[in-house]
């Protein structure tokens, strides 16, 4: 990411609205159950939500913001090169590291009843929450300081609670291990498995092994979806463990699982935005019907986990089906979460007709989407452009530079998209350069042309696969990409009659206003409460017509990415992006009426 620059354009300014919003967050309160937990005076209260509030104690998510919040920091510094975040890395791993001291652990939390959760948890007996889930985000972002801040505290700190994590499990039969694993643990195998990357440890390899879950493992290994009824976001990031697990033992089960995996979901299993689940859970699709318009569709945490994972299987296989889903769920996920006027960010984002985009206070909320928002927009950067050894993959149409230093390259990309369908890269090189530009051509544009130095040199009508361009390239070469965006429909099997429209890869959302919204109201404490927010009666206007016709009737409006369509009693419905709705009332999916003659 230090290697890439952002430039305007909708990822810039949602990266500005996350850093001002950890900068504006005091770490001493981040921190003050860690302290209290180690015997020492809190410096500043405690935060709100999830960190503090009674309603909330039984999930055991008290400290789960601090690691999410060191991780945002490290993806910032990485970005940005701001020494502040950095400062507060180390300020953060220097006050872990004064908590270790004084209990005399390497277990660093912040429970309500501290280690004794932890212990209970790993004696097999029954308590309420998440503890590993928890856990596991402060080993993220310790690990994430380490390696994208090179912050030394951390490092000491992170191994210490490591190292603690592998002789408080080590007692453990397999079976105990199997049986604690049925409770939600996060990625807890994936940072195993990090640590022994960065350590050459056999023990974190094996226990990066121990705590990949076996029952999820076994079926998925076999090509065997038995996703129903699961919740979801506990799902995904075992399996980004699996992927790295695979990567550290060479164990295909792990591998073939992760791949059959994102296969089902990214396949048959999302929404069109790229989300999926109702209420966290997978459901069976035959039952669509039921679930694709409920208030609590789409949890944002599991978008932010499945393009961990897409990355992560892009980079063994760099397929144009791992960068178009990429993409689809960037713009429609990822990006729609955020408020673009506070930063704050949403936990689902459903489609109920006429509901609204709900999310977090500064303060009071905490939810594990927050966590995952302060992540998400400080890290658009690591996905835009991937090299090997002489290729250069161009993933995303974003305006922005790489510079490849071994290569004395640097490629800057001029665009309008999504707003214009095409994209142009310039070489600034220090020397002539024989070098492969891989251009992706999307499964959405039916043709691409190529053109260098405004000469076309190649041209294709098979989307879907990245389009190869060789030469010797010299300093000032123009490569022009010129792409077609269309409406499209999109309708489930199990539901034909439904159907969300698109433009390319965006989703187009229907406009449908404010009526009966109270400024502010879109702001929320409980994620709970989604779907009895904002509930006053609302009629959203109707469509008529087979779905495909329907997606050609769209017509485009005075703006850029505005469009109309005729509702079924000929008022027309303007449509924009997903990613552009905020504040107002929307509707990405529709239940269409037979068409009158």
């Known amino acids: 990411m230090a290697d890439v620059t952002l430039g305007d354009g909708p990822f810039l300014h949602a990266q500005r609205q996350t850093e001002a919003y950890l900068i504006r967050l005091q770490p001493d309160r981040l921190l003050h159950n860690f302290r209290v937990n180690a015997g020492l005076q809190p410096k500043a209260p405690a935060y709100g939500g999830w960190e503090s509030d009674p309603l909330w104690a039984d999930i055991n998510c008290h400290g789960h913001t601090l690691g999410h919040y060191l991780s945002g920091c490290a993806l910032a510094y990485r970005s940005t090169g701001d020494a502040r975040y950095r400062q507060r890395i180390d300020y953060i791993a220097n006050e872990l590291a004064a908590c270790q001291q004084a209990s005399g652990s390497g277990l660093v939390c912040a429970f309500p009843d501290g280690a004794a959760l932890v212990s209970a948890h790993l004696r097999g007996d029954k308590i309420t929450g998440v503890p590993w889930y928890t856990l596991h985000k402060v080993y993220a972002g310790l690990r994430d300081a380490t390696l994208l801040a090179d912050s030394q505290p951390s490092r000491a700190v992170l191994l210490r609670l490591a190292d603690w994590g592998v002789v408080a499990t080590r007692p453990l039969s397999d079976a105990q291990f199997e049986a604690m694993l049925a409770t939600e643990h996060g990625g807890m195998n994936e940072i195993y498995a990090d640590l022994y990357f960065m350590t050459g440890k056999d023990d974190y390899r094996a226990l990066a092994q121990r705590f990949s879950h076996k029952m999820l493992l076994e079926p998925l290994a076999k090509h065997r979806d038995q996703l129903d009824g699961l919740h979801a976001n506990t799902q995904v990031p075992k399996i980004i463990g699996f992927q790295r697990v695979y990567e550290a033992t060479g164990d295909i089960r792990y591998r073939d699982a992760a791949t059959f995996f ?114 998400n927009h400080v890290k658009y950067r690591d996905s835009i452009y991937f090299h090997d050894h002489n290729t250069l993959y161009v993933n995303l149409f974003v305006p922005s530079a790489v510079t490849w230093k071994d290569k004395g390259a640097q490629l800057t990309q001029v665009t309008r998209f999504p707003e214009a369908p095409s994209t142009t890269l310039r070489w600034t090189l220090q020397r002539p350069a024989d070098l492969t530009l891989k251009l992706r051509h999307p499964g959405w544009s039916r043709s691409a042309a190529i053109l260098v130095n405004g000469t076309e040199v190649q041209r294709s009508t098979a989307p879907g696969r990245y389009l190869d361009v060789r030469r010797t390239w010299k300093n000032g070469d123009e490569v022009t990409l010129q792409l077609a965006m269309t409406t ?110």
């Open 488 to 597: 499209a429909a999109e309708t489930a099997p199990a539901a034909p009659d439904i159907a969300a429209f698109t433009y390319g890869p965006l989703v187009l959302a229907g406009a449908l206003g404010k009526d009966g919204l109270a400024p502010g109201a879109d702001i929320i404490v409980n994620e709970r409460k989604y779907g009895s927010y904002n509930d006053t009666p609302f009629a959203a206007p109707q469509l008529a017509g087979e779905p495909d016709a329907l997606a050609a009737s769209i017509r485009p409006a005075q703006q850029p990415l505005e469009f109309t369509v005729a509702a079924a009693d000929g008022k027309p419905v303007r449509l924009v992006p997903y990613y552009r709705i905020a504040h107002e009332r929307y509707a990405t999916y529709w239940e269409l009426k037979p068409a009158t003659a």
């Open 262 to 375: 994102w296969n089902t979901v990214s396949r048959t299993r999302s929404f069109a935005t790229g989300g999926h689940g109702d209420n966290e859970h997978f459901f069976p699709m035959a039952d669509f019907r039921e679930h694709v318009f409920s208030a609590k569709g789409s949890e944002t945490c599991c978008q932010h986990n499945m393009l961990k994972l897409t990355r992560a299987l892009f980079l063994h296989d760099p397929q144009s089906d791992y960068a178009d889903y990429y993409e689809r769920t960037l713009y429609n996920g990822i990006l729609a979460s955020q408020d673009p006027d506070s930063g704050m960010a949403t936990y689902f984002q459903g489609a109920r007709p006429g509901y609204m985009k709900l999310y977090h206070t500064p303060e009071e909320s905490f939810w594990c989407c927050t966590g995952t928002g302060m992540e």
